[in-house]
């Protein structure tokens, strides 16, 4: 099943009995904000807007097969290499200052410290 119907299904759940705090780690609802264009479950490309963030940690920038690139991602992706932690916590906080022509220019960025964190744990534990 899909990451984002999971996480969609949990939030309705606890909602519903009022336990938000206790379904999900905060690197996970940090994750919310990226669901509706990415997933974190190894392999699952269909239907997603933006690249499989599975392995992102470590992973070569823009390398996704079949994912189609913005050309300032591909141009990035030659200067920088691979995403480390320090890189990858600079575009989640300012993807435009970081990628400037980025496809993700809608989104603004995470600036809290302590929810970019946990969404970084998150992540390298995906």
């Given at each position: 099943?899909?990451?984002?119907?999971?996480?969609?299904?949990?939030?309705?759940?606890?909602?519903?009995?009022?336990?938000?705090?206790?379904?999900?780690?905060?690197?996970?609802?940090?994750?919310l904000?990226?669901?509706?264009?990415?997933?974190?479950?190894?392999?699952?490309?269909?239907?997603?807007?933006?690249?499989?963030?599975?392995?992102?940690?470590?992973?070569?920038?823009?390398?996704?097969?079949?994912?189609?690139?913005?050309?300032?991602?591909?141009?990035?992706?030659?200067?920088?290499?691979?995403?480390?932690?320090?890189?990858l916590?600079?575009?989640?906080?300012?993807?435009?200052?970081?990628?400037?022509?980025?496809a993700?220019?809608?989104?603004?960025?995470?600036?809290?410290?302590?929810?970019?964190?946990?969404?970084?744990?998150?992540?390298?534990?995906?």
């Amino acid at each position: 099943m899909r990451f984002a119907i999971t996480a969609a299904a949990l939030l309705v759940s606890a909602v519903a009995d009022g336990s938000a705090q206790e379904v999900r780690d905060p690197g996970e609802r940090a994750f919310l904000q990226c669901y509706s264009c990415h997933s974190v479950q190894a392999g699952e490309t269909k239907g997603l807007q933006g690249p499989n963030l599975s392995g992102i940690v470590g992973r070569p920038i823009a390398a996704q097969p079949g994912f189609k690139y913005s050309p300032a991602m591909r141009a990035f992706a030659k200067e920088q290499g691979f995403w480390s932690p320090a890189l990858l916590d600079r575009f989640i906080a300012e993807p435009e200052h970081v990628v400037p022509g980025t496809a993700m220019s809608g989104y603004p960025g995470l600036a809290d410290n302590h929810a970019r964190k946990a969404l970084m744990e998150f992540l390298k534990s995906h």
